[in-house]
């Protein structure tokens, strides 16, 4: 049986929507959706399953009716999915009373539940969040009824707060996959046949790395997984290092030609390290301005003269502290620290008190 997997869509948020380079990212989270949806129809698999979260929040019946549009196109996969702690059927959700497209297995009870599909030889397990946070474990004691099918179980969760999983209890349980949700990153682990699928697209600035799919093939003989990344656009970390002749418009151009190499459409999490002039400041408000830049450390510091500032303070605090570290020709790179540090946080107690 092939099956894609996937989850934690969150129809209907919208990151950076504070940035005028990301207006559009709600949009764009509906966008990808679809071009799943579409992918599916022009290669069908036998079974695509969302592991919750498919929504932001509560969904509105107009937003339920476009996502259950989209799961008529594919009538010859059966569509599996389970409302999560985001999008829990809390009382009034529209997820209660909806009828779905005949391809569609909605678990919506609010305890283990099975759904047979003899077409496929197979069964699902799974249910759906009434509210936003279950401390129990309720995926580590089910018992599969029909070890002769291929079974699957549906699990939103992970953490303290929504399902605990002890992955040893529910692999013995017997299923021939697990697939999971709620932790945005994916994982495929072998060793308990299950996986995390990530989130379809990045949520947050968090979201770092690849954002895809899980696509799989299973049968009472075996399992076989891959991860296939589909987000339109993903989160990156750039560490740029700064030399002491540095200049801003450097800064920019240079940063500039890594976000074309990298991608234009990506976002970054930028932080700066290295030496710099004492009298060097990294202006952030212009590297933000260079592309989809969601965030700016400064991680520099200043490149001193610390014989020079020695000789000048000698009788005061801040020569004592330089001279229990200039002495030593051997620092480490921990000491080295946490000599440019202290002797700049010293600089600046001094300064303030002018």
Not at 21 to 36: C, K, M
Request: contains cysteine; proline residues 4%.
């Amino acid at each position: 049986m092939r099956f894609i997997h996937t989850g934690d869509i969150h129809l209907g948020a919208t990151p950076e929507s504070k940035r005028a380079w990301a207006l559009n990212r709600g949009d764009e989270i509906w966008g990808t959706f679809e071009r799943l949806i579409k992918k599916i129809k022009m290669d069908p698999v036998d079974m695509l399953i969302i592991a919750g979260d498919l929504f932001h929040r509560q969904p509105l019946l107009r937003e339920i009716k476009e996502v259950d549009y989209l799961f008529s196109t594919i009538p010859d996969t059966k569509v599996i999915l389970c409302a999560g702690n985001h999008d829990a059927m809390k009382k009034g959700s529209f997820y209660r009373d909806f009828h779905w497209s005949e391809n569609v297995i909605f678990l919506g009870e609010q305890k283990i539940q099975s759904v047979e599909i003899p077409e496929l030889n197979a069964c699902v397990y799974g249910m759906s969040y009434d509210r936003t946070e279950i401390t129990d474990s309720v995926y580590d004691h089910i018992i599969v009824e029909r070890p002769d099918l291929i079974n699957i179980l549906v699990a939103h969760g992970g953490d303290e707060k929504h399902i605990p999983i002890n992955r040893r209890k529910v692999a013995m349980s017997g299923f021939d996959y697990v697939a999971l949700g709620h932790i945005h990153k994916p994982e495929i682990d072998e060793k308990y046949n299950m996986a995390y699928c990530g989130s379809l697209e990045p949520i947050d600035a968090n979201d770092i790395g690849e954002r895809g799919y899980i696509y799989g093939e299973v049968d009472k003989q075996g399992l076989d997984l891959e991860f296939f990344p589909f987000a339109k656009r993903i989160y990156q970390e750039i560490d740029f290092t700064v030399t002491p002749t540095a200049t801003n418009m450097e800064l920019r151009h240079r940063l500039g030609d890594m976000l074309k190499e990298r991608g234009e459409d990506n976002m970054y999490r930028v932080t700066f390290n290295g030496y710099r002039d004492p009298d060097f400041d990294i202006k952030v408000s212009d590297i933000e301005e260079v592309g989809n830049i969601v965030s700016v450390k400064d991680d520099t510091v200043p490149d001193y003269d610390f014989e020079e500032l020695y000789e000048d303070n000698r009788d005061n605090i801040l020569g004592m502290f330089i001279g229990a570290y200039v002495q030593n020709p051997k620092l480490t790179q921990q000491q080295r620290k946490t000599l440019y540090y202290g002797t700049k946080a010293l600089m600046d107690a001094m300064e303030d008190r002018i």
